[in-house]
């Protein structure tokens, strides 16, 4: 089976070739500021990016014939986890949606090109949208509003499962504690294959991140936002975006940060790196509550777990609820073509999306 799988990012698109197993073409395609200016919204990106796709193919030798065609998910309506046919609803929905990420490019570039192809399925899997929340996560202090599921539970599941693989066991059968370090950072528990209980990374929710704010004081943000001083727009970017390391210290590039505390001795970033170390641990341990202790194990990953002295620090004020096992970067271009083959293979069957 030859699966082509699409990944979308908001200055990259990541693209790879499957067959079977057997990852046989890898690509990241980079998107200047330049590149992506005419485009008002992010959805009209689509077409500029599957040029470049089938450029890309095309200049490699691999023909666009594939089997099934598979994207990371995007901003849909909250949805079990799982691997998705993309339909008209959901093309509808990334239209229409009230958030907007690069993420909603996937599987409108997906069926474009499975549209070509006969025979070949176009399908998202574990979208960030994913919501398995236990009904207790689900509330807060005020029946206006609930806790909303916004993660990473396409590389947290990749993950996952490979830990469990490594240790002879099955992701099914554990409790687990895994923080996706990004951007954003969401800490999940994972009690028996669910994402029962994480926060909204997207928004801001849970620890300090390179580019999101955390969980802020209730009434300062409140009176922050009657102060008359700043827009809507401007207030959710203090959450998301212009938010985290990248408000108190001006940069969200970590690799400058830890360049900066290693050779330059740079205190002032030191302080607050050591500051969002300690929320993310919080977060963390917090969720020890759900398992009542009883935790198999914690699990580190994304591109921060690649930095020895952030992963070592969170490390050291966590396993004392379980063992830290650390796996820096992300799995998603394999876990996207394993779901896509799994249903192929007529051992996952595809959902619905309604």
Known sequence: MQILVINPGSTSTKIAV????????????????EELA??????????????????????????IKFDAVVARGGLLKPIPGGTYRVNDQMINDVHTSEHHHASDLGCIIAREI???????????????????????????GSPLMQR????????????????????????????????????????????????????????????????????????????????????????????????????????????????AINEDHNEKY?????????????????LGAYFCGKVDAIILTGGMAYWPYLRDEIKRRVEWVAPVHVYPGEDELEALAGNALAVLRGEQEAKEYK
């Not at 499957?18 to 890898?26: A, G, H, L």
């Not at 549209?115 to 807060?140: N, Q």
């Not at 554990?174 to 994480?198: K, M, W």
């Open 114 to 140: 499975a549209k070509t192809i006969d025979g070949c399925d176009a399908f998202i899997a574990d979208p960030v949208v994913v919501d398995e929340l236990d009904d207790h996560a689900r509330v807060c």
């Open 270 to 286: 030191k302080f607050y790196v050591d500051a969002m170390i300690y929320s993310i641990a919080k977060s963390i341990c917090a």
């Open 18 to 33: 499957y067959n079977d197993e057997k990852c046989v073409f890898k690509k990241g395609l980079n998107h200047s500021v």
């Open 38 to 63: 005419p485009y008002k919204a992010v959805v009209e990106q689509h077409e500029f990016r599957k040029n470049l796709i089938v450029k890309e193919l095309e200049a490699a030798g691999i023909a």
């Open 148 to 259: 909303v599921s916004i993660w990473h539970p396409l590389n947290q599941r990749a993950i996952a499962r490979r830990y469990a693989k490594e240790h002879g066991t099955r992701y099914e059968d554990l409790n687990l504690i895994v923080c996706h370090l990004g951007g954003g950072v969401s800490v999940a528990a994972h009690d028996h294959g669910r994402g029962v209980d994480v926060n909204n990374a997207l928004d801001g929710e849970g620890p300090i991140a390179p580019e999101r704010a955390g969980t802020l004081p209730a009434s300062s943000l409140v009176r922050l936002c009657y102060s008359g001083k700043y827009t809507l727009e401007q207030t959710l970017k203090m959450l998301s975006g212009n938010a985290g390391l990248a408000a108190l210290i001006g940069t969200n590039d970590m690799r400058e940060v830890e360049r």
